[in-house]
T-cell receptor
């Protein structure tokens, strides 16, 4: 089955710790995205990538970093500089950037201890 | 700055009722508009995508319309069922960018 997987489902971060959220897709899509969802707010774009070894900042990139070394994978690191990381994180992909349907993963909920 | 608003924020209806969800956006320079469904604690599932040159799209009991000039889209759900209970989000793709702007969603509950 083609799709997007995210792991873990729940992640706990301690003060000052960096954590990495995994996103893998087997849809052969070039474009991948990371969104953050907070209660009562719409999804906000953190980073997106059009192609391997390329990525661009979204609206709320501060405190986050990404890499795109493989077409299938787009991991997101939440660094200690992100002071309010508690949220639901969603990864998505599309055939190309813009203009096409985005397919979403099941999400990772990040909580701070 | 593009803003997307969805009204109402929450809606409860009896099973079998036809209903309309609303989405409005402030800047008509959009490339397309998508409607998504989100179940609690889950990711988003795309329901319908309307290109800026189109007026509507249909899939089964769902029909989405787009009026770019007035900055409005509606999602019509016919003969609602308890399985339709979810949060429905709309998102617009800003022309000339790769950025979708999402609304805050309408939380729908269909009562059996």
């Amino acid at each position: 089955d083609g799709g997007i997987t995210q792991s873990p489902k729940y992640l706990f971060r301690k003060e000052g710790q960096n954590v990495t959220l995994s996103c893998e897709q087997n849809l052969n899509h070039d474009a991948m995205y990371w969104y953050r969802q907070d209660p009562g707010q719409g999804l906000r774009l953190i980073y997106y990538s059009q192609i391997v070894n390329d990525f661009q900042k979204g609206d709320i990139a501060e405190g986050y970093s990404v890499s795109r070394e493989k077409k299938e994978s787009f991991p997101l690191t939440v660094t200690s500089a992100q002071k309010n990381p508690t949220a639901f994180y969603l990864c998505a992909s599309s055939i190309i950037v813009g203009g096409e349907t985005q397919y979403f993963g099941p999400g990772t909920r990040l909580l701070v201890l | 700055k593009q803003e997307v608003t969805q009204i109402p924020a929450a809606l409860s209806v009896p099973e079998g009722e036809n209903l309309v969800l609303n989405c409005s956006f402030t800047d008509s320079a959009i490339y397309n508009l998508q409607w998504f469904r989100q179940d609690p604690g889950k990711g988003l599932t795309s329901l319908l995508l309307i290109q800026s040159s189109q007026r509507e799209q249909t899939s089964g009991r769902l029909n989405a319309s787009l009026d770019k000039s007035s900055g409005r889209s509606t999602l019509y759900i016919a003969a609602s069922q308890p399985g339709d209970s979810a949060t429905y989000l709309c998102a617009v793709l800003i022309s000339g960018t790769y950025k979708y702007i999402f609304g805050t969603g309408t939380r729908l509950k269909v009562l059996a």
